[in-house]
């Protein structure tokens, strides 16, 4: 079955720090790898996106990596400020033919303290 | 910068009532998408609609659920019997191309409460 999951369930760390979310998948075959951006109660940002072929995606302090073989991605979040603070939401597309889905991942919610 | 509009921002509806949930999707955008999520779950795959038709849908649309976008420009998710595990966000999210690499972007979403 196609699944995404995330970890940690929940981070809390001070602002000015570093971090780094981690997701599994199993989706395959995939074509692409997203992470989004969700504050409470709005709608996803997208962050980054990245094919199967790509190692890893930057955006401002946002990083991310993808390992295809192992079926892992991370994302690094650089010198962390106060509205970092959300869910970060790891989304990866199936390549099956005719699916333009995508499959959600648990999230992690980030909290940033001052 | 262009945005996927969603009205209402909050629905609340009784029980067994029908709901109409509407998106004004990105002008040039012709693929799209509703999803839900449920308070504290992860975000689920609903409905996909290109070229006027459902192209793809998963288990949770059943019966209940139709979409279609009457006026060529709103696309719309109907409930037409609305259960209290209907309770949740609902998103709706557009893209201009069909090449599976192109950016989605989603809506504010609705909150949905059935009482």
């Known amino acids: 079955k196609n699944q995404v999951e995330q970890s940690p369930q929940s981070l809390i760390i001070l602002e000015g720090k570093n971090c780094t979310l981690q997701?599994?998948?199993?989706?395959?075959?995939?074509?692409?790898l997203r992470w989004y951006k969700q504050d409470t109660g709005r709608g996803p940002v997208s962050l980054t996106i990245?094919?199967?072929?790509?190692n890893t995606k930057s955006n401002g302090r946002y990083t991310a990596t993808l390992d295809a073989d192992t079926k892992q991605s991370s994302l690094h979040i650089t010198a962390s400020q106060l509205s970092d603070s959300a869910s970060y939401i790891c989304v990866v597309s199936p390549s099956t033919s005719g699916t333009y889905k995508y499959i959600f991942g648990t999230g992690t919610r980030l909290k940033v303290l001052a | 910068e262009p945005e996927v509009t969603q009205t209402p921002s909050h629905q609340v509806t009784q029980m067994g009532q029908e709901v109409i949930l509407r998106c004004v999707p990105i002008?040039?955008?012709?693929?799209f998408y509703w999803y839900r999520q449920i308070l504290g779950q992860k975000v689920e795959f609903l409905v996909s609609f290109y070229n006027n038709e459902i192209s793809e849908k998963s288990e949770i649309f059943d019966d209940q659920f139709s979409v279609e976008r009457p006026d060529g420009s709103n696309f719309t998710l109907k409930i037409r019997s609305t259960k209290l595990e209907d309770s949740a966000m609902y998103f709706c999210?557009?893209?201009?191309?069909?090449?599976?690499?192109?950016?989605?972007?989603f809506g504010q979403g609705t909150r949905l409460t059935v009482v």
């Open positions: 990245m094919t199967f072929s790509e």
């Open positions: 002008s040039n955008h012709l693929y």
């Open positions: 999210a557009t893209r201009d191309r069909g090449f599976l690499n192109t950016e989605a972007f």
């Open positions: 997701c599994n998948y199993t989706v395959s075959p995939f074509s692409n």
